[in-house]
């Protein structure tokens, strides 16, 4: 990867930049001066690790996925089974991340990994179908959601969708901001968050097993009444519930700046997994001693349906508690998704700017703007329901591709060292669980949708062929002084 053009200081009038960015070695050949290469720090330990993976994880999902998943299985029993076999098929994922993220041990997650198991290519089209769609969608999502709660404040006559989407671009802008400024700062606003939705579902639990005390279990007791026989159903009900656990994986892309990712990448993702597991399950529970299920799946806003009926006058904290859950998990989305532009722009898969770091605050800045655009551009045209539909089925593909890495590295890299190693029947399960969930959806609901995600990333090839197989560049000299002049250098792993 070539560096690009720097200004020429040969006349001396460039020297206040060059003391921005303190250093530049010279060349022991010819005595020149180059601009060094600029690092993302260690900065992401244990705690916040486990914070990372926990705030983004619990955001807008457990908050309006609960009808999903109850719509799709028909029973209240079947709709908690498939809530846990969604945190245990995360947990089965995270786990097999884990070692994947001890074993190539640089960030950008699923792009890394397909990269080295199966080459350029299908790493190129995980990269473009993340940029474009996987990351983007899910930020819109999430700050969608947070603009709807924001609404619950304001009546409005009749249900405008400007204000919702107006809102949920401010705070797609206001966390690119924070994301630009430090990345400590970033993981500091992700643990705050994650502890104030910690609380708010604490309060949710601890008031279910308050409601059970009291003997408020008719609706639990109605077990598998009204089952749906349909396995395709079901997978379904597993898109529904496996959206409020997404985020399970998004502290593979950070591994380049955890501190002892051997011990910490796996202790972290298996503490935050079970964490988030149990704290839904009680959360379902709660919500089902509070309301029947008529009333669960006739709710726009189950969390404020349930603060209604047992807060009483405090039933404010509940709008507020989703508020900071998809703030904080939106913030955990942009830090995770910019990582993934960054490093495919370190690696020549996309342009090379958006590889470029921040060399005072050491952040990937161009990429959390590339980021950061596309996202309010999917805020636009955004339909909640279309867009989780979108977002899963393209999502699952890549997560099934990415765990069938680990099998395949298991015999091409069988020499390496593997601080942390999974039992081989848990990635061969989660890749057929993945086929499943792919093929399910399609033969239950057939959807022009899949059929555009799926055109969209075959599309791919469009632009890998003459962007990156054949080179084709855009000369960098011509903005080589902007450039340097924004504190911006390439980063080489």
């Not at 080295?116 to 474009?132: E, K, M, R």
């Amino acid at each position: 990867m070539e560096n690009p053009v720097f200004v020429d200081d040969s006349d001396g009038k460039n020297n206040d930049i060059r003391k921005r960015i303190k250093e530049f070695p010279e060349d022991e050949k010819d005595g020149t001066t180059k601009p060094t290469t600029v690092k993302l720090k260690k900065q992401v330990g244990l705690i916040s690790g486990t914070s990372f993976i926990v705030g983004t994880v619990i955001g807008s999902g457990i908050f309006i996925s609960p009808k999903g998943v109850l719509e799709e299985t028909g029973s209240v029993a079947l709709s908690l089974i498939v809530w846990a076999g969604a945190g245990l098929l995360a947990l089965m994922g995270s786990l097999c991340y884990a070692e994947l993220g001890t074993l190539i041990r640089k960030s950008g997650g699923e792009y890394q990994y397909i990269k080295q198991a199966y080459g350029n290519i299908p790493a190129f089209l995980y990269a473009w179908t993340s940029v474009i769609v996987i990351r983007t969608s899910s930020m819109a999502i999430i700050c969608l959601t947070f603009g709807e709660y924001v609404a619950t404040f304001f009546p409005y006559c009749g249900s405008p969708e400007l204000p919702t989407k107006l809102v949920a671009a401010l705070a797609i802008l206001t966390l690119a901001i924070i994301n630009c400024i430090d990345t400590r700062l970033a993981t500091q606003v992700q643990v705050f968050f994650t502890i104030a939705k910690l609380v708010a579902l604490l309060i949710i639990s601890v008031g279910g097993v308050v409601r059970m005390a009291q003997g408020n279990i008719k609706e639990l007791q109605r077990g598998f009444e009204g089952t749906t026989n349909s396995p395709s159903t079901i997978a379904l009900a597993f898109y529904d519930a496996l959206w409020s656990y997404d985020g399970w994986n998004n502290l593979n892309y950070l591994t380049e700046e955890m501190k002892n990712p051997k011990k910490n990448l796996p202790r972290a993702n298996v503490f935050g997994i079970l964490l988030v597991t149990f704290i839904y399950l009680l959360t379902n529970v709660s919500y089902l001693t509070a309301m029947t299920s008529a009333e669960l799946l006739a709710s726009n806003a189950v969390a404020v349906t349930w603060g209604d009926r047992i807060l009483g006058g405090a039933a404010i904290l509940m709008p507020l508690s989703v508020l900071f859950s998809t703030f904080g998990a939106a913030n955990g989305t942009l830090f995770s998704g910019g990582r993934v532009v960054y490093v495919a722009g370190r690696d020549g898969m996309l342009p090379e700017l958006l590889s470029y770091v921040n060399c005072k605050r050491s952040t990937p800045v161009p990429s959390i703007i590339f980021t950061t655009i596309i996202s309010i551009a999917m805020v636009i045209p955004g339909n909640l329901s279309e867009l989780i539909d979108f977002f899963s089925f393209t999502a699952w593909i890549f997560y099934g591709v990415t765990v069938s890495t680990l099998i395949v590295c298991r015999y091409t890299m069988k020499d390496v060292e593997r601080p942390f190693k999974v039992a081989l029947p848990i990635p061969i399960l989660f890749v057929l669980m993945s086929i499943y969930l792919v093929i399910g959806p399609i033969i239950q609901s057939p959807q022009i949708e899949f059929l555009y995600a799926f055109l969209f990333i075959v599309g791919g090839l469009i632009f890998y062929i003459p962007l990156v197989h054949f080179k084709l560049t855009i000369p960098l000299s011509s903005w080589g002084k902007y450039v340097l002049k924004v504190g911006l250098l390439p980063d080489v792993y």
